[in-house]
């Protein structure tokens, strides 16, 4: 990667200006698109920058899958008394699920449903709760039924079926 670095003014109408480090990085064969990163730590390292990105770009992908599979910044939370209350127990929640998954992927219970444009080689979040749902509700629901007898003569296949179907639309 090519990388440019400096010092430049920071000026918003009514504040007072800041002296602010930008950092232009440029890959040399042109297949990524080059990107700027700003810090106001103008002692920083040009490696500490992009590794404060790095490590940051983990944190913007949590919130991302907070927001689309947990319901954080939405029409429930419309007051700053709700996003106090919820925005917590949301991510307690996420991290929960997080654990819970990665248990249940070291004994290889987590199915990664596929992906039209990408080939994954991790579980996504929304594999991941499906997984927890899968596990909860197999053992809370399907295994402890009073009519044992119903139960046996449904087809495996199917009852599996409808369990991956609905662990993913809940």
């Known amino acids: 990667m090519l990388v440019a670095t400096g010092t430049a003014i920071w ?3 009514g504040m007072t200006p800041l002296p602010i480090r930008w950092e232009l990085i440029k890959d040399p ?9 700003l810090s106001t730590k103008l ?10 990105f790095i490590q940051r770009w983990t944190v913007e992908v949590t919130f991302q899958e907070v927001r689309d599979h947990l319901g954080v910044e939405t029409q429930r939370q419309w007051s700053d008394l709700a ?9 307690a929640l996420f991290s929960i699920v997080a654990l819970w998954a990665d248990q249940l ?5 987590v199915n990664m449903k596929p992906c039209a444009w990408y080939q994954k080689s991790h579980p996504t979040f929304s594999d991941a709760i499906a ?8 053992e ?3 295994s402890t039924s009073r009519f044992r ?13 409808l369990v991956d179907v609905a662990t993913r639309a809940a």
């Open 29 to 37: 064969d042109g297949q990524i698109k080059p990107s700027t990163l």
């Open 149 to 161: 007898d119903d139960i046996d003569n449904l087809n495996s296949k199917w009852i599996n079926l």
């Open 43 to 52: 002692d920083l390292a040009t490696n500490q920058i992009i590794n404060f």
């Open 11 to 13: 000026y918003h109408s």
């Open 105 to 109: 992927y070291k004994l290889n219970l």
């Open 83 to 91: 996003i106090a209350r919820t925005t917590p127990v949301l991510m």
């Open 140 to 142: 809370n629901y399907f």
């Open 131 to 138: 997984a927890v749902r899968r596990h909860i509700w197999r």
